[in-house]
């Protein structure tokens, strides 16, 4: 004859000491019961104390890891570029708001394989690495047609100089008459 085991639906949290249900706790596989011992509230409130506490410690090891492996893998580059311009389509990134609110953008996984298959980025990518990681040659993306956002057949790669050459020369604009050099266009399907 088997046992059943028969979990409870409510749990005391370690911090509150309040019996809250087990949705109102965080999972967590290596405890007993599968969940953390502090409800959500009051593990937010731990990880910010413990943030405001640690800020400065945080933040070197924030500096030593972008420093370090961010940007060293065209991946990494691509995770923070992406990052960067869902950001700004979102409205996240307040200072660019005005420019790329509610553009479309491509899907982050369609982002990732159109850019490590285009033999652009990644000249520019492994250029950029033998330079030191200078700013200047850093691949950047350039939205071919300003008002249609990061989308299928408007972006190219260009490095960052190159692109901050171009500046608000195709905003908002419907049509640019400004067609870079070596342009990749992905293609839409």
């Not at 405890?31 to 409130?45: A, E, M, Q, T």
């Not at 652009?120 to 250029?127: A, P, T």
């Not at 790669?157 to 908002?172: E, F, I, P, V």
Request: proline share 4%.
């Amino acid at each position: 004859m088997s046992s059943v085991i028969v979990l409870p639906e409510t749990k005391v949290c370690a911090r509150c000491h309040k019996s809250k249900p087990l949705t109102d706790f965080y999972k967590r596989s290596k405890s007993k019961d599968g969940y953390g011992i502090y409800c959500k509230p009051c593990h937010l409130l731990s990880n910010s104390l413990y943030r405001f506490k640690n800020r400065e410690k945080i933040n070197e090891y924030s500096r030593w890891y972008h420093k370090h492996y961010r940007h060293t893998s065209p991946k990494g580059f691509l995770c923070s570029l992406y990052t960067h311009m869902k950001n700004r389509v979102t409205g996240s990134d307040k200072t660019q708001k005005k420019f790329y609110l509610g553009l479309p953008i491509l899907d982050r996984q369609e982002f990732y394989t159109w850019a490590l298959k285009d033999r652009e980025f990644n000249r520019l990518f492994f250029g950029w690495k033998r330079t030191g990681y200078s700013r200047r040659s850093c691949p950047s993306i350039n939205r071919i047609n300003s008002s249609l956002g990061y989308v299928a057949g408007n972006m190219n790669w260009l490095t960052q100089k190159a692109n901050s050459a171009l500046g608000g020369k195709t905003k908002r604009k419907k049509k640019t008459n400004i067609v870079p050099l070596r342009t990749r266009y992905l293609k839409a399907g």
